[in-house]
């Protein structure tokens, strides 16, 4: 199977929210291909951050990819909306309440590329049904609802399964991880086969996102 290129998504949980189109510029000038956006609904997880109105006027002010990751509780609902609003990638959760076959296959007719999640606590192999429909994986590793909590290693065997099959059956999707990522979990993650991954605390609070960026990715 090849191996796809390291890619860093900046969680924007982390960014200034009264700059947030600058905090986009300057990720991307780092060296961000890919921008993750955490929509939270304060059901499926105790807290809410921004949606649909937030992504539609970043997505007007920059040309960077948008990865979405819903945290919420009936993503069904809202798909539509967010690849109109300009979502490049729409991630779901397996435990959300909407028909998950259903949802992905929703989202790449709205023009998207569907993604599928897993919650620490969850066994990788509820989403291997999906595996076909997805263009990306995406593993918890830390509990979804807050940035800059602590890295949960128990993502790392979650993460060679996801990369042994892809491998078994062919499959060609990019293998993300969210939480807890810094200079040292980066390591461990790539080494059990993550191509793309979130970093929201550790990067918004590197002096130098860049030096951060190409330690990661090179
Ligand atoms: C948590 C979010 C993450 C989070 C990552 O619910 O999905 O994207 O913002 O932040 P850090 O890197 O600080 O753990
Ligand atoms: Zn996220």
Redesign the pocket.
């Known amino acids: 199977m090849k191996t796809n290129e390291i890619w860093v998504?900046p969680?924007?949980?982390?960014a200034d929210f009264a700059h947030l189109g600058a905090d986009c510029d300057k990720m991307a000038a780092a060296g961000a291909k890919i921008m993750?956006f955490?929509v939270?609904d304060g059901m499926f997880?105790p807290?809410i951050s921004f949606g649909i109105a937030v992504l539609k006027s970043l997505n007007q002010y920059t040309d960077a990819p948008m990865d979405v990751?819903l945290?919420i509780r009936e993503p069904h609902r809202y798909v539509r909306q967010f690849a109109e609003a300009g979502a490049d990638y729409i991630t779901i959760h397996v435990e959300a309440e909407s028909d998950v076959a259903g949802t992905l296959a929703l989202i790449r007719e709205c023009g998207a590329i569907p993604a599928i999640s897993v919650k620490p606590g969850t066994p990788v192999e509820e989403i291997f049904p999906y595996l076909e429909q997805v263009g990306m994986v995406l593993v918890?590793?830390?509990?979804?609802?807050?940035?800059?909590?602590?890295?949960m290693p128990v993502c790392l065997p979650k993460l060679r399964a996801l990369r042994a099959e892809a491998e078994r059956r062919g499959l060609d999707y990019r293998i993300e991880v969210?939480?807890?990522?810094?200079l040292e979990t980066a390591k461990l993650v790539i080494e059990a086969g993550a191509d793309t991954l979130?970093?929201?605390?550790?990067?918004?609070k590197a002096a130098d996102p860049a030096a951060f960026i190409r330690e990661i990715t090179q």
Not at 11 to 14: A, D, G, N, V, Y
Request: charged fraction near 10%; proline fraction near 3%.
């Open positions: 998504a969680s924007l949980l982390s993750h955490d939270m997880v807290n990751h945290m918890m590793s830390v509990e979804p609802g807050f940035g800059g909590q602590s890295f969210d939480g807890g990522i810094n979130v970093a929201g605390s550790a990067l918004f």
